[in-house]
């Protein structure tokens, strides 16, 4: 009895998702964090990051019991943490598109000689601008929150590159990942992201309610991120030199691997950053 119980539960839930039913659409972690600003897509991806994921396209058909019961376990999660289902909504014109990059002549493309698609855009706004070889503060030098945008986009982006690692890694050279993490080219928000954590720093510096412990570590973190973006750079980059591809995937797992260091490091500057930006 209780089995059957479950299995119409499973089932109703499941006509639901699939849209079999008018009284709900198909349901999912959203992670198209195009959709959004910056400052809301990060809340999705702090989640994510402490392991509340529950995913489902619209347009999958689950093929065996066992992705029932993931689903099931999925709305369950749901309804004990609280969350209304609706935050897992996703439909099928929102999923994230699978990322394709090929190369084009280098004809000053922003993408510097690689054309993607499916790459995620986020809305921020950049610390400073650049025009030619002269560089501009967009705002109050003394103000975190001139800071503060691009720097969460550029953890937002982390966040993705590791979601969709494999894409990236089969879609191109290294140079497809190190413009991810802003070395190549201008377009991540991680371009130039050493001035941007500078000017941060130096305006929480002066704020006075924050202690000096909380700032050493603040300093800290500042130096270890930029440490783990250059290792990442330097490993993906070495892969264009290495003579075998077993070489090249080690070189990739261990970049992997720093990336993972870097989204903790991150979560935590961006924990102490947050609530100074006022």
Not at 3 to 15: D, H, I, Q
Not at 158 to 169: C, H, T
Request: glycine fraction near 10%; charged fraction near 25%.
């Amino acid at each position: 009895m209780i089995r059957t119980s479950l299995a119409v539960t499973v089932l109703a839930a499941s006509a639901n998702a699939f849209g079999l039913s008018p009284s709900a659409p198909g349901f999912g972690l959203r992670s198209d964090t195009s959709a959004f600003p910056a400052h809301q897509a990060r809340s999705h991806a702090r989640a994510a990051l402490d392991g509340l994921v529950c995913s489902h396209a619209a347009d999958e058909t689950p093929s065996s019991r066992r992705d029932f019961g993931r689903l099931f376990v999925g709305v369950a999660a749901a309804g004990a943490l609280g969350a209304p289902l609706e935050a897992f909504a996703a439909s099928k014109e929102e999923s994230k598109e699978t990322l394709k990059c090929r190369a084009v002549a280098n004809n000053g493309a922003a993408m510097g000689g690689t054309e993607c698609t499916g790459v995620q855009e986020l809305e921020f706004t950049r610390a400073f601008e650049t025009k030619g070889t002269a560089t501009k503060l967009t705002g109050d030098k003394d103000k975190l929150s001139t800071y503060y945008s691009q720097i969460n986009a550029g953890y937002l982006t982390l966040v993705d590159l590791e979601g969709r690692w494999d894409q990236y890694v089969a879609s191109g050279d290294g140079d497809v990942i190190r413009r991810r993490i802003g070395t190549v080219g201008s377009k991540s928000p991680l371009h130039n992201i050493r001035k941007v954590f500078e000017g941060a720093v130096v305006a929480v510096s002066k704020n006075p309610d924050v202690d000096p412990e909380t700032f050493d570590e603040l300093d800290e973190l500042f130096n270890g991120l930029l440490e783990s973006i250059f290792q990442i750079d330097y490993n993906l980059y070495s892969t264009a030199f290495v003579g075998t591809q077993e070489i090249a995937g080690g070189l990739r797992v261990d970049a992997k691997g720093v990336l993972e260091k870097a989204i903790k490091q991150y979560k935590r500057f961006l924990d102490i950053l947050e609530p100074l930006n006022t």
